[in-house]
């Protein structure tokens, strides 16, 4: 080391604070594009769930009913017509999951 060394230089300031912008502007909204996505899978893996319980439950039992369940933030609506069973739900935007069934 040099004998008159009192600390950092500018040059050594702005680099390093460059290196914590750059953390900041890019790497944070890439990590909550991520967090978002995970959460629509969840979402839309739960609705096919829902949708696969009220298909069941009509095919055997023959209820259908119009359902709004809940299940942790996201609230899915279930809504029947003809030869279809709907699945609505919404993270970031609205989505709809249709299922399609036949009588033999």
């Not at 909550?32 to 949708?51: D, P, S, T, W």
């Not at 039992?61 to 017509?81: I, P």
Request: net charge positive; glycine share 4%; proline share 1%.
């Amino acid at each position: 080391m040099f004998r008159n060394s009192r600390g950092f230089s500018t040059i050594e300031m702005l680099f390093a604070s460059h290196i914590f912008l750059f953390a900041a502007l890019v790497l944070m909204p890439t990590y909550e594009k991520l967090i978002i996505g995970k959460k629509e899978l969840r979402a839309k893996l739960e609705a096919y769930q829902v949708l696969h319980e009220h298909m069941n439950e009509a095919f055997i039992e023959g209820k259908k009913q119009t359902v709004n369940k809940k299940r942790g933030e996201v609230t899915y609506e279930l809504n029947w017509s003809q030869q279809k069973g709907c699945v609505s739900y919404k993270v970031q935007k609205k989505q709809t999951i249709c299922f399609h069934y036949f009588k033999r």
